[in-house]
């Protein structure tokens, strides 16, 4: 077994799945709840109003971006805030002392992003599945950008749990960085309805990419080509994981 993924690894995994499964009500059934009063308010105010793709209804084409923006924003949720508890009350320590490696440190954090984020991602769906038939036209292009976006977001939250020295750093990091650019990128309408000057602004969002290729796995259609949406999802998942694996083998605000 690679050494990214011995005991060490495997054990801060399960700390941290169990960290958000034993508050489950809170940090997987809230985020749920969440989407569920966004589809309702805007599935009955815009129903008729909103151009999507063709026949498909509103309140159908709603349900992926709702879906697939929890996955974001619960991913970057989890690792953020378990680093700046830990960094807080002064327990990171214990992260800190046994011989793991930046790998081993990442893989642990990151991988228990992308477990909650599919969580929430998937309560959404079949919640969503009460109220409109869903179809599912290529669920491996669904479930791809679902893992790389939740480890994209993963990835960002470990950055900002490292940076942020107090609770308000990190919400300003999430309220002014992350939020902006997951509710800004055709989670509540298909971008073809803009005008040409905000659709270019909407392809300079990487999240713009993950949300259109989720949504593709679902309709079979979207408003970017699913393969220039995978290579730049994938082009920011490593730009990210390149500079957080950096910060994490450097020691950056941990170790020094």
Same mark, same amino acid.
């Given at each position: 077994m690679p050494e990214c993924f011995g005991a060490g690894f495997r054990t801060l995994f399960y700390k941290e799945v169990m960290r958000f499964w034993k508050v489950a009500f809170q940090t997987v059934a809230a985020p749920i709840l969440n989407a569920l009063l966004f589809l309702l *308010?805007?599935?009955?105010?815009l129903d008729r109003h909103v151009t999507t793709y063709g026949e498909v209804p509103y309140t159908a084409f709603l349900i992926p971006g709702l879906a697939i923006m929890s996955v974001l924003q619960n991913a970057f949720a989890n690792s953020s805030s378990s680093l700046i508890q830990s960094k807080v009350t002064g327990n990171i320590v214990f992260v800190l002392l046994p011989p793991l490696s930046h790998l081993e440190f990442f893989w642990g954090y990151a991988l228990a992003c992308v &477990?909650? =984020?599919l969580a929430v991602g998937l309560g959404v769906i079949l919640v969503g599945l009460v109220f409109v038939d869903l179809p599912l036209a290529a669920p491996l292009? /669904?479930?791809a950008f679902a893992v790389i976006g939740s480890l994209l977001l993963g990835a960002l939250g470990i950055v /900002? =749990? *490292?940076w942020a020295d107090k609770f308000d750093q990190l919400a300003a990091f999430q309220n002014f960085l992350v939020m902006p650019l997951t509710m800004l990128s055709g989670v509540f309408y298909s971008i073809a309805s803009l005008p040409p000057f905000w659709q270019k602004v909407s392809h300079l969002n990487p999240f713009f990419f993950v949300i259109d290729g989720f949504r593709?796995?679902?309709? =079979?259609? /979207?408003?970017t080509n699913p393969w &220039?949406?995978?290579g730049v999802s994938l082009a920011a998942t490593v730009a990210v994981v390149t500079l957080t694996l950096t910060l994490l083998a450097r =020691?950056?605000?941990l170790r020094q």
């Amino acid at each position: 077994m690679p050494e990214c993924f011995g005991a060490g690894f495997r054990t801060l995994f399960y700390k941290e799945v169990m960290r958000f499964w034993k508050v489950a009500f809170q940090t997987v059934a809230a985020p749920i709840l969440n989407a569920l009063l966004f589809l309702l *308010i805007f599935s009955n105010v815009l129903d008729r109003h909103v151009t999507t793709y063709g026949e498909v209804p509103y309140t159908a084409f709603l349900i992926p971006g709702l879906a697939i923006m929890s996955v974001l924003q619960n991913a970057f949720a989890n690792s953020s805030s378990s680093l700046i508890q830990s960094k807080v009350t002064g327990n990171i320590v214990f992260v800190l002392l046994p011989p793991l490696s930046h790998l081993e440190f990442f893989w642990g954090y990151a991988l228990a992003c992308v &477990v909650r =984020g599919l969580a929430v991602g998937l309560g959404v769906i079949l919640v969503g599945l009460v109220f409109v038939d869903l179809p599912l036209a290529a669920p491996l292009w /669904a479930l791809a950008f679902a893992v790389i976006g939740s480890l994209l977001l993963g990835a960002l939250g470990i950055v /900002a =749990g *490292i940076w942020a020295d107090k609770f308000d750093q990190l919400a300003a990091f999430q309220n002014f960085l992350v939020m902006p650019l997951t509710m800004l990128s055709g989670v509540f309408y298909s971008i073809a309805s803009l005008p040409p000057f905000w659709q270019k602004v909407s392809h300079l969002n990487p999240f713009f990419f993950v949300i259109d290729g989720f949504r593709y796995g679902f309709f =079979g259609q /979207a408003d970017t080509n699913p393969w &220039v949406s995978l290579g730049v999802s994938l082009a920011a998942t490593v730009a990210v994981v390149t500079l957080t694996l950096t910060l994490l083998a450097r =020691g950056y605000k941990l170790r020094q």
